[in-house]
């Protein structure tokens, strides 16, 4: 069955996070020189402008900082998963990541609430990190 | 630029085939990037994001938000050339509607237009010897927190309306008691709280009451977006609430005009707002009659 | 210290076209009609403006151009000497 969702653009910034996925590693970029952990990644650190990195793996575990629930399907391939969850996760590392919630309904999904990391193995190529209610 | 004496007469003009076109639908894809993989598109989405974490954060919801799309309506319901001219609205109809985007409902959304605004802009000594009674620009801010909604940590506030508003205020040397209305950027109804409350009108969490009664309606003690706004007006971006300062201060509104027809304060000041992406940038400016 | 802005600048005209659910027309004309009649109703003519600001504009629709700042000045017959597109 086709895969009939947007799928991530590789580029030379984020290429190393998507391959990290691929490996069910949920990959950021840490300065440094200053600490912060960053999310998009870029070579520049938004903080202190340093261009040292190296790249860390995540536990994968968080918080719904928040989220919203999709009654509409703005794109054809959603249609069928309606209602669905897009979420914030503050990860405890620090940075801010969009993703789905999954594995409960959306009415089950709150602010605050831990997650976790899954993966979704899209195709050879992307596997996508989606997060589900830590119990 | 003109302070600079580089030109003497500004033009600035919005247009856009929004309604009739495919204009929009290239956009949703465009521009949401990456967050499309995860089903994540648009402005609905982005707001309700925010709306949500408002929610948690100081106990908003819709409660609130149907006071400002009922009281916007109202003053739409007394403007010809609004989209929702003759589409009165209940806050039963708001509790009906249907939710885009949780916890957006279709009347927290602004509309989608056809059409086109512009504005002049130039200097006050010019402006006695032009046509119109001018409005005045007293004082005016920004602030651009930038980042986008997924990685904001101000979505509940403040946003830069906070010290966009202090920087018009400053300049104005005025305070909030001073003004008489409000034009508020509304992409959404949550939009116009958090702006609002941003600008010291209430504290989080206090503009369900300060809404209560019919602040922001024809009668009100604060009226708010006297057009209908992008809610129930027309959507032109910031020049939604800008036109519609100016034509207020200029006298020229006819049945929705500020002061006895209305049953109002005649506005002497006026405070508009501009807004853009997901509060990512803001803009406070004050308007006065000469 | 007083700005150096304050109550020196104002504005003076306002221009409105159709609005709402108006069918078979370009982006671009509603710029121009918008304009125009902003101009018509400051009591200027169209030479007198010499600053041009277009709002930014949402992808062009499958049966226009891509409109920018350059292109809407032409049409109203424009050279100004400041000229940009607004970032939001």
Same mark, same amino acid.
């Given at each position: #069955? ?65 989220? %919203? ?9 959603? %249609? ?17 990541? #969009? ?13 605050? #609430? ?18 589900? %209610?830590?119990? | 630029? *003109? ?11 919005? =247009? ?8 929009? &639908? ?9 967050? +499309?993989?995860? =089903? ?5 989405? =982005?707001?309700?994001? +925010? ?30 050339? +609004? ?67 997924? &990685? ?10 906070? &010290? ?5 205020f400053a300049m104005a040397d005025i305070t909030l008691d001073d003004v008489d209305a409000c034009q508020i950027y509304d992409c959404f109804t949550y939009t116009v709280e958090i702006t609002l409350q941003d600008y010291g009108f209430f504290k989080p969490g206090g503009g369900r009451d300060w809404l209560q009664g019919g602040t922001i309606e024809p009668g009100g003690r604060m009226p708010v977006n006297t057009s209908g706004g992008q809610l129930s007006e027309a959507y032109f971006m910031g020049m939604t609430p800008i036109a519609e300062g100016a034509m207020q201060i200029m006298g020229r509104c006819g049945e929705r ?28 400016? *004050?308007?006065?009659?000469? | ?88």
């Amino acid at each position: #069955m086709s895969y009939d969702k947007p799928l991530p653009k590789l580029n030379s910034d984020n290429r190393p996070f998507w391959e990290g996925c691929r490996q069910h590693e949920l990959r950021f970029q840490r300065c440094s020189d200053c600490g912060h952990v960053r999310w998009p990644p870029s070579d520049l650190c938004p903080q202190c402008h340093s261009t040292e990195i190296n790249w860390l793996i995540s536990k994968g575990i968080g918080k719904v900082y928040t989220f %919203a629930v999709y009654h509409t399907a703005f794109h054809p391939g959603f %249609a069928a998963d309606l209602p669905y969850t897009v979420a914030v996760v503050a990860l405890d590392e620090g940075p801010h990541f #969009m993703s789905n919630i999954v594995g409960c309904r959306p009415d089950e999904v709150k602010c605050d #609430m831990p997650v976790k990391v899954v993966w979704e193995d899209v195709d050879e190529r992307i596997t996508l990190p989606k997060f589900r %209610a830590l119990s | 630029m *003109l302070e600079s004496g580089l030109c003497s007469y500004v033009l600035i003009s919005y =247009g856009h085939s929004a309604l009739s076109s495919d204009s929009m &639908q290239r956009m949703l894809l465009d521009l949401s990037g990456d967050d +499309a993989v995860f =089903g994540h598109f648009g402005a609905t989405g =982005g707001y309700a994001l +925010a709306a949500r974490r408002a929610m948690h954060e100081f106990g908003t919801g819709p409660e609130t938000w149907k006071k400002i799309a009922v009281g916007q309506r109202r003053w739409a319901n007394l403007n010809p050339a +609004a989209m929702m001219h003759s589409k009165p609205m209940t806050e039963a109809d708001y509790d009906n509607a249907k939710l885009i985007v949780e916890p957006l409902r279709l009347p927290d959304n602004c509309l989608i237009t056809d059409g086109g605004r512009a504005i002049i802009v130039t200097s006050l000594e010019r402006a006695r010897d032009l046509k119109q009674p001018p409005a005045v620009i007293m004082g005016m801010g920004q602030h651009n927190p930038s980042t986008v909604i997924a &990685q904001s940590d101000w979505m509940a506030g403040p946003t830069g309306a906070r &010290q966009a508003g202090e920087a018009a205020f400053a300049m104005a040397d005025i305070t909030l008691d001073d003004v008489d209305a409000c034009q508020i950027y509304d992409c959404f109804t949550y939009t116009v709280e958090i702006t609002l409350q941003d600008y010291g009108f209430f504290k989080p969490g206090g503009g369900r009451d300060w809404l209560q009664g019919g602040t922001i309606e024809p009668g009100g003690r604060m009226p708010v977006n006297t057009s209908g706004g992008q809610l129930s007006e027309a959507y032109f971006m910031g020049m939604t609430p800008i036109a519609e300062g100016a034509m207020q201060i200029m006298g020229r509104c006819g049945e929705r005009q500020l002061g006895p027809a209305t049953r109002t304060k005649s506005p002497e000041i006026i405070l508009c707002s501009d807004n853009g992406g997901i509060l990512q940038s803001h803009s406070c400016t *004050l308007l006065r009659r000469l | 210290m007083t700005s150096p802005i304050k109550d020196k600048y104002a504005i003076v005209g306002v221009g409105y076209t159709p609005q709402g659910r108006v069918p078979g027309r370009t982006s671009l004309s509603f710029h121009l009609e918008a304009s125009a009649n902003a101009i018509k109703d400051a009591g200027l003519n169209k030479n007198d403006i010499d600053g041009f600001i277009s709002y930014r504009n949402f992808p062009a629709a499958s049966d226009e151009n891509e409109l920018t700042p350059n292109i809407i000045a032409q049409h109203l017959g424009l050279s100004p000497i400041y000229m940009s597109q607004d970032a939001n």
